[in-house]
C-alpha cells in the first residue's frame, strides 16, 4: 500500500472535467458526490458506503468516526484513490479522482496527499531520514542535497533528528509514527491522511500525535482522520459520523456545519524547498 501510495465526469453541477481534471468552482479541498461503494463476493453484495455527500475546506480538522464497519476505512480510500467508487464522483482539488488510472493516482499522490497509517509503514531497511527523503526521490522533487535538507528538518519538527540514522526496528512505535508523519509532509501536499493513526500508542503518545497534527492544520494543512478514540475526536475542529455506511452525523464545533469555501493551495514549485 505505500508504494502504490508513493507511486468520467462530464458537465455536472459546480464544475466542469477533462482527462482527470475539473474546474473548481465551489472551493471545496475535497468533495465527494452521492459516493456508493459496493463490493461483490460469494457471500453476496455489501454497500460500505451508500450516497455519501461530504465537502471539506482547505484548512479544517476532521475526525471521522463510527463503529467498525461503519465505512470509515473506505472513505479514506474513495479520497486517496486507493480504491475507487461503484457510483459517484470524488474531487480533490482541480483533480476527478475517480477517473484517474493507476499512473495518473500515483503522480498524483505523490504531489498533493500525505497519508498515515496506523501501522506506520515505514520501510524496515532504510533509516529514518531515508524513508522521509523516499517521497521526494519518488516524485522527483528537489535535488538529493535539497531531499536531505528538508528531511532532516523535518524530522526535528517532529523531534526526531536525533533518531535519524536509526533504522525503525530501533525505534518506539510512537518515534515510528512521528517518522511516518514527517514522511507524509515530504512533499508538501496541501491534505493530510490518516488511518487510526493513534491506535497503535498509548495515551499520553497519541495526545502528543494529536498535537502535530493541529499544529499542521495551523500552518495551513487539512486534515481527515479517521479515529476510534472519542477523545481526540472532540479537539478536531470538526466531527464526521459514519452508521452503516452514511453519514448520521456532521458537527462543528458542537454543531451542524456550515463551511464556508476556502482558496485551495497551488503545489510547490519542484524547484524549491517549501517551508512545512
Not at 458526490?33 to 482547505?58: C, M, P
Request: net charge positive; charged share 20%; with cysteine.
Amino acid at each position: 500500500m505505500t508504494r502504490t501510495w508513493l507511486k468520467r465526469i462530464g458537465s455536472n453541477n459546480g464544475s466542469s472535467a477533462s482527462g482527470g481534471r475539473y474546474r473548481n468552482r465551489n472551493n471545496h479541498l475535497v468533495e465527494l458526490r452521492q459516493v456508493t461503494k459496493t463490493y461483490t463476493s460469494a457471500a453476496g453484495s455489501f454497500s460500505a458506503l451508500q450516497e455519501v455527500e461530504l465537502r471539506v475546506d482547505r484548512g479544517e480538522f476532521v475526525a471521522v468516526v463510527g463503529r467498525s464497519g461503519s465505512g470509515k476505512s473506505t472513505l479514506l480510500n474513495m479520497i486517496s484513490g486507493i480504491d475507487g467508487p461503484t457510483s459517484g464522483e470524488v474531487l480533490v482539488g482541480d483533480a476527478a479522482v475517480h477517473t484517474l488510472n493507476e499512473g495518473q493516482l500515483a503522480v498524483w499522490r505523490g504531489r498533493n496527499l500525505g497519508i498515515i497509517f496506523q501501522f506506520f509503514q515505514l520501510l524496515p531497511t532504510l533509516t529514518a531520514v531515508e524513508n522521509v527523503v523516499l517521497p521526494m526521490d519518488f516524485a522527483g522533487l528537489y535535488t538529493p542535497r535539497q531531499r536531505l535538507v528538508r528531511a532532516m528538518h523535518l524530522l526535528e519538527q517532529v523531534g526526531m533528528a536525533e533518531q535519524a540514522a536509526k533504522l525503525p526496528l530501533a525505534l518506539s512505535g510512537g518515534q515510528q509514527q512521528r517518522v511516518a508523519i514527517a514522511r507524509a509532509l515530504a512533499n508538501d501536499p496541501p491534505l493530510l491522511l490518516a488511518d487510526e493513526p493513534t491506535g497503535n500508542l498509548d495515551s499520553a503518545t497519541a495526545e502528543s500525535v494529536f498535537r502535530l497534527f493541529e499544529a499542521q492544520v495551523a500552518q495551513g494543512k487539512t486534515m481527515l482522520m479517521v479515529t476510534h478514540d472519542q477523545d481526540l475526536a472532540r479537539l478536531a475542529t470538526r466531527t464526521v459520523r459514519l452508521a452503516d455506511g452514511r453519514i448520521a452525523a456532521d458537527i462543528h464545533n458542537g454543531h451542524a456545519s456550515r463551511i464556508s469555501p476556502c482558496p485551495i493551495p497551488k503545489p510547490a514549485s519542484a524547484q524549491e524547498v517549501p517551508h512545512a
